[in-house]
């Protein structure tokens, strides 16, 4: 795909200590959608009928603020851009972030556990969703509440490490704009990629696995959902 004028990264400043920094999963992620622009589509789905864009787990703020500086290079690129995170800290620094790249209450917040915090109003309206969830699997020790901490909930997925990520699969179907919805998302080779893919397809999802790259004691894969 010709990209169009190039998009710069976000300058991204993590002041606050229990927001997950951006690592090379962030940058995975936004250097495979700087190369889904042209001047007419955005990975098959044309400028014009983007409307909404949804960041979930936006952490620091770095992919809704991309998708905002894309706005800022292609105007014929106008959606609405949303990010949420289940930490108000997270939030806090997400503002920080998208003042320190020259925009201003552009982006919608929520904080939120993945949708509920979410209105009704929003069913249906996300043409393009992100979600850098957290994917790894917690060990016995982490899984006693009395041992957790605020930053676990950026990498924790749950026992078996796709937990968090089942729940997102069945309340995100409520969100996806039915004339059309990519979902990119990270996960883990540390995770039974059997298993979770067996539930993708319970939930009417495809999944296209887009990049792989290894990192220390794992494989972070970045994949694509469609709606079967």
């Known amino acids: 795909m010709i990209n169009i004028n190039p998009i710069p990264d976000p300058i991204i400043k993590t002041d606050y200590k229990n927001v997950y920094a951006p690592s090379d999963d962030s940058y995975m992620l936004i250097?495979?959608?700087r190369g889904c622009f042209n001047q007419d589509f955005f990975d098959g789905i044309a400028i014009e009928r983007i409307e909404n864009v949804l960041d979930l787990g936006t952490g620091t703020?770095?992919?809704a603020i991309f998708f905002q500086i894309i706005k800022s290079h292609h105007?014929?690129?106008?959606?609405?851009?949303?990010?949420?995170?289940?930490?108000?800290?997270?939030?806090?620094c997400a503002r920080d972030n998208e003042k320190l790249n020259n925009f201003k209450d552009e982006i919608k917040y929520f904080c939120s556990?993945?949708?509920e915090s979410f209105p009704k109003s929003l069913h249906h309206s996300f043409n393009i969703i992100t979600f850098n969830?957290?994917?790894l699997p917690a060990s016995e020790f982490i899984?006693?509440?009395?041992n957790k901490k605020v930053i676990d909930h950026s990498w924790n997925g749950g026992r078996k490490g796709y937990e968090i990520f089942s729940r997102f699969l069945d309340e995100v179907k409520d969100f996806i704009n039915p004339k059309g919805c990519l979902i990119y998302y990270i996960s883990s080779s540390?995770?039974?990629?059997?298993?979770?893919?067996?539930?993708?397809k319970q939930n009417g999802f495809t999944n296209?696995?887009?990049?792989?790259?290894?990192?220390?004691?794992?494989?972070?894969i970045l994949n694509k959902l469609l709606l079967v």
Not at 75 to 92: G, L, Q, T, V
Not at 190 to 199: D, G, T, W, Y
Request: hydrophobic share 40%; proline share 7%; net charge negative.
């Open 31 to 33: 250097d495979y959608l």
């Open 61 to 63: 703020g770095i992919i």
């Open 75 to 92: 105007p014929r690129f106008n959606p609405m851009i949303y990010a949420s995170d289940i930490e108000e800290e997270a939030i806090k």
């Open 113 to 115: 556990n993945l949708f």
């Open 133 to 135: 969830p957290p994917y």
């Open 143 to 146: 899984h006693q509440d009395q």
């Open 190 to 200: 540390r995770v039974n990629l059997k298993e979770l893919n067996k539930i993708i």
């Open 208 to 220: 296209i696995l887009l990049q792989k790259k290894h990192i220390f004691f794992e494989d972070i």
